[in-house]
């Protein structure tokens, strides 16, 4: 059974860059056809997709975070990053890591759902504040 954990800074100032990986375990991230995501809640708000990387190495990004947001890999260790830039307040949210066998995803105004996962990290608080 595939497990993943996320693991990264709690706390992020205002304007620099959020980086977090996601371990995964029980099964290597190379394996079709898998998506491996990154989802956050913010307070009072729903589940939003952020983006995700392919088994073959492919990236896909939400709309609205583009211009932010990197995803990459290291296949040698078993994980992959997330790295959001110029954060403020509005990035403060609990951040999931997720596999999916989806790239089904649906986008309302700036707001993209996530697909339907199969296994997901428990999550970590991030706090966007100086």
């Known amino acids: 059974q595939v497990q993943l954990q996320e693991s990264g800074p709690g706390l992020v100032e205002p304007s620099q860059t959020l980086s977090l990986t996601c371990t995964v375990s029980?099964?290597?991230?190379?394996?079709?056809?898998?998506?491996w995501t990154w989802i956050r809640q913010a307070p009072g708000k729903r589940l939003e997709w952020m983006g995700a990387?392919?088994?073959?190495?492919?990236?896909y990004y939400s709309p609205a975070l583009k211009s932010r947001t990197s995803i990459s890999r290291n296949t040698s260790k078993n994980q992959f990053t997330l790295q959001l830039s110029s954060v403020t307040p509005g990035d403060t949210a609990i951040y999931y890591c997720?596999?999916?066998?989806?790239?089904?995803?649906?986008?309302?105004?700036?707001?993209?759902?996530?697909?339907?996962?199969?296994?997901r990290g428990q999550g970590t608080q991030v706090t966007v504040s100086s």
């Open positions: 990387i392919s088994f073959s190495g492919r990236t």
């Open positions: 029980g099964g290597s991230i190379t394996i079709p056809f898998y998506y």
């Open positions: 997720a596999r999916s066998r989806s790239q089904s995803i649906t986008c309302s105004g700036n707001l993209c759902s996530p697909p339907p996962y199969d296994s």
